[in-house]
């Protein structure tokens, strides 16, 4: 597991340089799919514009699940910002990508940072009340699955 995730993280450059293989046409055809870009008006900026919000998103995703310190759930804001930034590019109807995404992300951030909050109190209290190092505590928070659906279901 821990090769298929260093080949997609080594491969994330080539993934990101997909858009230099797309034409500077408004409609995009290949085997599998069309892609027609109405609102940027050339395919070619429109994959440019996805791939820098895929790439960052598949990296997040990746650390979010590979992560095992108790901080990870923080994790969850970045990874919700990019997923509405994509949804918000392949949006035809956005005139303003990037303007009031925070709006949206306010529930995320919400529930995300009270509880890494609560969890960061919680150790330190248990430093105060024992004889334990900020290492070993953070060792004691770390949720450690045995399998990767196991890992899958801890947040579903």
């Known amino acids: 597991m821990g090769s298929v995730i260093a080949i997609l993280v080594a491969a994330t450059p080539f993934l990101f340089y997909v858009y230099e293989y797309v034409p500077h046409t408004k409609i995009w055809e290949t085997p599998f799919f069309t892609y ?4 940027y008006e050339d395919a070619y900026v429109g994959i440019w514009v996805l791939m820098m919000k895929i790439v960052p998103l598949l990296l997040s995703l990746l650390w979010f699940f590979t992560c095992r310190h108790w901080w990870y759930h ?4 970045p990874i919700a ?6 949804l918000s590019a392949l949006n035809d109807d956005n005139r303003f ?3 009031f995404h925070i709006v949206w992300l306010l529930p995320v951030m919400a529930i995300v940072i009270p ?3 609560l969890l960061r109190a919680r150790m330190f209290n248990r430093i105060n009340d024992a004889d334990k190092t900020m290492e070993e505590l953070e060792e ?3 949720i450690k699955p ?3 659906m196991d890992k899958v279901k801890q947040y579903f």
């Open 36 to 39: 027609e870009s109405n609102f």
């Open 74 to 77: 923080a994790l969850l804001v």
């Open 81 to 86: 910002m990019f997923a509405f930034q994509i």
């Open 97 to 99: 990508m990037d303007e």
């Open 115 to 117: 509880s890494i909050y």
């Open 140 to 142: 004691e928070f770390k």
């Open 146 to 148: 045995k399998t990767f």
